[in-house]
């Protein structure tokens, strides 16, 4: 199933459900690609959660891991403990990380999405902290034989490009979310598209309303019921070039699964 020439595909954890669950919601959806989070599979002792994938007939457009610290609380919570930024939880997540690259590999996947955590060009310590983390993931990733693509997220469209061009390696991309961009209230995601164009691979469909009171969440919201202007952001993939899959994310909501199916509607007559 394809939005205009992109496949669509779904985040399997937007589907609150295990691997083989997550393939009968596929086809329920009459779809067949899908955004993989593999932590599991990465902390399983023996082979049963990755034997499970393999026995799914989707197609895995990226896997993704996130790591046990993440505090999605607040904006202040997840600027302190995402990705790679806090110290006590860096070797722990530095090996998680090098664990999902090579089961990424194995599974013959080009990509692996993460949320680096927030980044400050602003304080020189804390970025090269950063920086160096990143680089030591990315060389993971370069070993493996994947790319790894950071999310957007807490900045700016300009301020990831410049950490991008500053780290400038070439196993690193972006998974772009134009919700995100409304939820941190970090500019306008058609804009953002273009600012980070040369490092787009992959993309959620995702929507959301921005916040009217400065420091906290936006919502997020049905696709096509949001901020984003999904027209426009399809024309402006369009017209950079994207050729990577849409995968669906729906993390709000009490009906996620009728959400899903409601973007699917409509990414496939758009």
């Known amino acids: ?14 589907l609150q459900t295990d691997v083989p669950g997550v393939g009968e919601a596929l086809k329920k959806l009459g779809i067949e690609h899908v955004h993989l989070g593999i932590r599991a599979a990465v902390e399983d002792s023996g082979t049963e959660v990755l034997d499970a994938i393999k026995a799914q007939g989707w197609t895995i457009t990226s896997t993704m891991i996130d790591f046990p610290q993440e505090d999605y609380s607040t904006l202040e919570t997840i600027k302190v403990t995402g990705g790679v930024v806090p110290d006590d939880a860096w070797p722990r997540n530095r090996d998680l990380f090098i664990g999902a690259a090579k089961i990424t590999a194995e599974l013959g996947v080009k990509y692996l999405s993460m949320h680096a955590g927030f980044v400050d060009e602003s304080d020189e310590a804390y970025a090269t902290k950063v920086t160096g983390r990143m680089r030591t993931l990315a060389d993971a990733a370069q070993d493996a034989g994947v790319i790894l693509l950071l999310e957007t997220g807490q900045e700016t469209a300009d301020e990831l490009k410049q950490f991008l061009e500053k780290l400038d390696h070439g196993s690193v991309g972006v998974n772009f979310d134009p919700a995100n961009m409304i939820l941190y209230d970090k500019g306008d995601p058609i804009q953002a598209v273009r600012t980070l164009a040369p490092w787009i691979r992959h993309l959620h469909a995702k929507d959301a309303t921005r916040t009217t009171q400065p420091g906290t969440w936006g919502a997020e919201v049905p696709w096509g019921d949001g901020q984003v202007n999904t027209a426009a952001f399809l024309d402006v993939l369009a017209e950079v070039g994207y050729e990577g899959a849409m995968a669906i994310e729906r993390e709000a909501g009490d009906n996620r699964f009728g959400d899903i199916k409601l973007a699917v509607e409509r990414l496939t007559v758009a």
């Open 1 to 14: 199933m394809k939005c205009r020439n992109w496949p669509v595909g779904v985040c399997s954890w937007s």
